[in-house]
């Protein structure tokens, strides 16, 4: 059921630093909760790709479903391990979309009006989900549903829920929180919280 379970290099330590344990898995929105149909999501991938991609629910549900268990990292400092998701792979539809090679980083745009942006190689990652399930139930509309983004190995403000679409740039364009001070990566192993004074500017 499960096609893949993504384990941090760090085996000793599931939590990374900084981080504390919850059994829960809190709900942090800023800004409106958007009330979609699963008939009215459409996901578009657009920017630097051959191929742009405008797809409907019934057109994702026929694509390749996963499943993947994963960690899950806030960082306000909340950590959820093993959450169970299904959905489709990120690289299914790059693969589809045909990225350029000067595509670089992703700006993802969510319904509500949530952005967030990072590098190309954080979001084309094998482990990397458009989940529509979550513990084996449709995804609960304040977690994200019906669609959200799943990127485990960084933390979870880049995993944006009721995902509209992702524009593939040659040039960076900063995301909601990345613009107000938080990391353009966020790796949560390197506490990647925080951009340093300026740099974002
Ligand atoms: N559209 C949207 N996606 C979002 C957010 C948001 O405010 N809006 N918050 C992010 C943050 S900070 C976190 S920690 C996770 C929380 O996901 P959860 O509410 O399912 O726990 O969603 C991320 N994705
Ligand atoms: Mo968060």
């Not at 085996?11 to 800023?30: C, E, S």
């Not at 967030?116 to 529509?132: G, I, M, Q, W, Y």
């Not at 995993?159 to 909601?176: D, H, I, N, T």
Request: proline share 9%; charged share 25%; aromatic share 12%.
């Amino acid at each position: 059921m499960f096609g893949s379970f993504y384990k941090p290099k760090h085996p000793a330590h599931r939590v990374p630093p900084g981080q504390v344990l919850t059994d829960k898995f809190p709900v942090l929105t800023y800004g409106p909760t958007p009330s979609l149909r699963p008939e009215e999501v459409r996901l578009e991938v657009g920017g630097q790709v051959e191929n742009p991609l405008s797809l409907g629910w019934d057109e994702l549900m026929a694509l390749p479903q996963t499943g993947l268990k994963a960690d899950f990292h806030c960082v306000t400092r909340w950590s959820r391990l093993d959450v169970e998701w299904q959905g489709v792979r990120v690289l299914e539809l790059l693969q589809q979309a045909r990225p350029r090679p000067e595509a670089r980083y992703v700006l993802v745009y969510c319904y509500g009006g949530y952005t967030t942006s990072l590098p190309l190689e954080d979001f084309a990652r094998e482990e990397n989900l458009l989940a529509h399930t979550l513990f084996g139930q449709p995804l609960p509309r304040e977690h994200g549903g019906p669609l959200r983004l799943v990127v485990p190995h960084l933390y979870a403000w880049k995993s944006a829920k009721w995902v509209r679409g992702f524009q593939l740039l040659e040039r960076e364009e900063l995301g909601f929180w990345e613009r107000n001070g938080y990391h353009r990566r966020g790796d949560p192993w390197r506490e990647e919280r925080f951009s340093s004074p300026g740099e974002n500017l």
